[in-house]
């Protein structure tokens, strides 16, 4: 964006009145070259992304400490890299304050400290009162080394560096892009942040901020601690960790399966009868006979079969015919006991007991001893979770074995390959029967009345 001679934005030298603006350039320029470059079709956009570039200071107004971008003819200049945040800056507010003594020796209109850096100076020489000669003389210097260079090169700098603040001490009520969020600065320290003096003062001069942390004295590393790392770098390796392609197939495939049933990408077929007047659907749900679409649907996963109730009913059906249909009774029972009230819970606990786990149970199912074990001991306190973990092996043993025999089943492959009616035959037969029975009970009627006439 900043070489002019390979197509960036055009930098040029202004005149003004009595005076020359050096190394400028306008706001509606670099919108343009963002639009042309990024291909960016909305200017909105591009003065967004204009205002953010502004907002970490690699290009600043020169005449106004917010920075922000305007699509106007408001003069910009580039920031030198040396005051780039990429450099990883932490200026100490020593620094701050040789910025701003600095400023107030130099008597020119546009080096005037602002309101609230005027505030800021006279915070800053109270914190700093013992060492305030120090900095003076700092300043002194500085000034003195600005004096011996070229009038331009001089009104560069200086509206750097007061950018450079206004990035790291920013205007009140402006976002501070550097500072750090509270939650990052508990853990490690960023390796990347590196406190370093803007000016050179020396690291002595700085352990007399008022706000300079004292370094704490560095503990050697014992084994307990060794141990600790190590016992959390195993846990570490043990995570089950998926690589990212991986994710990105799965969540496409899910995507992909159930593509056909999200009404917002595939319309739904029939029709919502709330927004249109065809009430088929509503026939549909009404049947005993589940859709093709949603009998597909049960195959996705066993989770799927279960929560349609159509799915439950199919599935007990060819539990009995097998005659195991204990395992889904007992599932369901369950689930319906974590909805009882809690005046009903021990009642349904012990019924629970009785009819599927006691001693000579009519509907016995076949848990594992340790699952036993475990069930039997919450019975003695029981609560809506006292079957938790024989539910969770039932569970288990239906999705392995039950439900794979029940996908491979007649009864199974019987509904998937059902054909499906058409949409308009079905909405022509509705309008038929409709049109049936409003004949039919008008000639009832009419000839009731002509019995009773008769007679």
Known sequence: MQDDKTGGVPIR????????IPSVVTGTDIVQWLMKNLSIEDPVEAIHLGSLIAAQGYVFPISDH????KDDGTFYRFQAPYFWPSNCWEPENTDYAIYLCKRTMQNKARLELADYESENLARLQRAFARKWEFIFMQAEAQVKIDRKKDKTERKILDSQERAFWDVHRPVPGCVNTTEMDIRKCRRLKNPQKVKKSVYGVTEESQSQSPVHIPSQPVRKTTKEDIRKQITFLNAQIDRHCLKMSKVAESLIAYTEQYVEYDPMITPAEPSNPWISDD???????MSKEPSQQRVKRWGFSFDEMLKDQVGRDQFLRFLESEFS??????????????????QDVAKRVEEIWQEFLSPGAPSAINLDSHSYEITSQNVKDGGRYT???AQEHIY????SDSYA????SNAYQDLLLAKKKPESEQGRRTSLEKFTRSVGKSLAGKRLTGLMQSS
């Open 387 to 389: 079957y938790e973990d």
């Open 13 to 20: 030298t202004v005149k003004s009145f009595l005076s020359k």
């Open 66 to 69: 917010v920075l922000s971008m």
């Open 396 to 399: 288990k043993l239906m999705k």
């Open 279 to 285: 009430v088929t659907l509503w026939d549909i749900e």
């Open 405 to 408: 025999r029940f996908l491979r």
């Open 325 to 342: 249909s204990e395992n889904l009774r007992f599932w369901l029972a369950v689930q319906d006991l974590k909805k009882q009230p809690l």
